[in-house]
C-alpha cells in the first residue's frame, strides 16, 4: 500500500450552505504523529447533519484545523488554510500505524484493516486520506465480505433505526409502527427490520409524480402500507389505520406534518422525533395529550453510542452486516458521486475541478449520495 503525500478533502472555512461554502482541496500529507494512525477513506455518505454541521446549527462542535493545501491561483504553489472537512461517517482502511499506538489503545490494529470513523472534533470524513487518534475509529475485523458502500451508512442509519425499534417502546410481533420520510435512509432500514422482526410498518411519504413506483419500491423492502402525507386525515386512511395496533410513531420530519401522524396512534403511543426534515416545531394538541395520553420523546444514536460499550456497537453493527451477507438486509440506496475515473488498476483521480463540481451539486441533487474516494478495496 502506498503512503500518498497528498489528500484531497471536502474543507469549510465558514459556516454556511455546503454548496457555497464546501471547496475541495490537495492538502499536505504531514509525518504520521506517533500517536495516530493514516487511514485512507473508501467512502463517505453525506447524511443530513453533515450539512446541519456545515450550517453550524448541530451540535456536534468540530475544530478547525491547519492545512497545507495546493493553492488554486495561476502562479501554483502552496498556500495554508484552517479549516474543516465535512462529514461524519466513513469506511476506510489502516495505511499506517504511528509507533505510540499499541501501547495507548485496547484495538489491535492492522495495516490493510477497515475502519469505521466515528467521531472527532478534529478529524472528519469526506477525505481520501486522514490521521486519526485510535479512540476515532473502529476496527472492523470482519467486514462479512460486504463492500465499503453496504457498510457506508451502518453507524449511522442503520443503528438508529435498528436502535428505534428495540429501545424506544416494548413493541410484540404484530404491532404497527407509523413513520414519515419512509424513503429516507432510515425509513428504508426501519421497514426491512420491522418486518424481519415481526412488527408492521405504515410509511408516510411526501405526493410526488412517481409515487406508485415509491410505493412499490417500499413495499419490496417489506413495507405492509404506504400512504401520501397529504392523505394521513383523510376518510379512507383513518377507516385503513382504525383497527390497527400503531404503537410507535418514528418521525424524522416534526412540525404540523408529524401531528397528522400522532393521531394514527393507539392511546398511550409514543412519537419519538429524531429528525427534523421540516424545520418546523411540533405543534402537540391538548386532546392528544389528554385524551390520548401520548407521549412526545426525542431520539439521537449518538446518546446510545455515548451509553454503550465499543463491545456493543460491535454486536450490533455484526448482527446488521450478518443479516446484509444473508441478503436479508439491503443497505440504503445510494448514487456514487466518484472523485475518480477509471478502474482496478487504471483507477486515477479526477482533475480537482470535476470534484468540486461534483461535489457542489451533491449539495442540491435531492438525492441520497455518497462519495467515493477509490474502488480499490
Ligand atoms: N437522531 C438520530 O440519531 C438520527 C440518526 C440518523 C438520521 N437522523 C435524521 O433522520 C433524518 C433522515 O436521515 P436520512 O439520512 O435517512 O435522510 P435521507 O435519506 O437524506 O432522506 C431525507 C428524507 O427526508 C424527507 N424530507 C425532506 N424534507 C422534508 C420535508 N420538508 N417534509 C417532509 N419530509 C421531508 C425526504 O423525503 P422526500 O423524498 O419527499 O424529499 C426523505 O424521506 C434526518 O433528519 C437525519 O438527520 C437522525
Not at 491561483?73 to 466513513?90: F, H, Q, R, Y
Not at 403511543?269 to 418546523?280: D, L
Not at 440504503?332 to 451539486?361: H, M, R
Request: with cysteine; net charge neutral; glycine share 8%.
Amino acid at each position: 500500500m502506498v503512503k500518498p503525500e497528498w489528500g484531497r478533502a471536502a474543507i469549510y472555512t465558514q459556516h454556511g450552505n455546503p454548496q457555497d461554502v464546501i471547496k475541495v482541496y490537495d492538502f499536505k500529507l504531514e509525518a504520521l504523529p506517533e500517536d495516530k494512525i493514516l487511514i485512507e477513506n473508501f467512502v463517505a455518505p453525506i447524511n443530513p447533519s453533515d450539512v446541519n454541521v456545515v450550517q453550524g446549527v448541530y451540535p456536534l462542535p468540530k475544530d478547525r484545523t491547519e492545512f497545507t493545501v495546493k493553492s488554486n491561483s495561476a502562479e501554483g504553489g502552496v498556500e495554508k488554510l484552517v479549516g474543516t472537512i465535512g462529514g461524519n461517517e466513513s469506511i476506510g482502511r489502516v495505511l499506517e500505524i504511528g509507533s505510540k499506538v499499541a501501547s495507548i489503545s485496547q484495538q489491535n490494529f492492522a495495516v490493510g484493516d477497515w475502519v469505521m470513523f466515528m467521531s472527532s472534533p478534529v478529524a472528519s470524513a469526506w477525505t481520501t486520506h486522514t490521521h486519526v487518534s485510535p479512540n476515532e475509529v473502529i476496527v472492523l475485523k470482519n467486514t462479512h465480505g460486504l463492500s465499503p458502500t453496504q457498510i457506508a451508512s451502518i453507524k449511522v442509519n442503520a443503528s438508529t433505526a435498528y436502535r428505534m425499534l428495540l429501545d424506544i417502546v416494548k413493541l410484540e410481533k404484530g404491532d404497527y409502527v407509523i413513520q414519515n420520510g419512509a424513503n429516507s435512509g432510515v425509513g428504508q432500514i426501519i421497514i426491512q427490520l420491522a418486518k424481519r422482526w415481526g412488527y408492521h410498518t405504515v410509511n408516510v411519504v411526501r405526493g410526488r409524480e412517481n409515487f406508485d413506483q415509491l410505493e412499490s419500491f417500499l413495499k419490496g423492502l417489506g413495507a405492509d402500507i404506504v400512504v401520501k402525507e397529504e392523505d394521513l386525515e383523510s376518510p379512507e386512511v383513518v377507516a385503513l389505520l382504525a383497527d390497527k395496533p400503531v404503537r410507535l410513531a418514528l418521525d424524522c420530519v416534526c412540525g404540523p406534518q408529524a401531528m397528522k401522524m400522532v393521531k394514527h396512534l393507539k392511546p398511550e403511543g409514543v412519537i419519538a422525533t429524531y429528525g427534523g426534515m421540516s424545520k418546523q416545531p411540533m405543534p402537540a394538541s391538548a386532546p392528544i395529550l389528554i385524551f390520548k395520553d401520548i407521549t412526545f420523546k426525542g431520539y439521537w444514536v449518538s446518546k446510545w453510542y455515548k451509553k454503550n460499550t465499543p463491545a456493543k456497537w460491535l454486536e450490533m453493527w455484526d448482527d446488521i452486516m450478518t443479516m446484509m451477507e444473508k441478503g436479508e438486509l439491503k443497505e440504503q440506496v445510494t448514487t456514487p458521486i466518484n472523485w475518480f475515473s477509471g478502474s482496478g488498476s487504471s483507477e486515477k483521480p479526477l482533475d480537482i475541478q470535476e470534484v468540486q463540481n461534483a461535489v457542489t451539486s451533491t449539495f442540491t441533487s435531492g438525492r441520497k449520495e455518497i462519495f467515493v474516494f477509490t474502488n480499490n478495496y
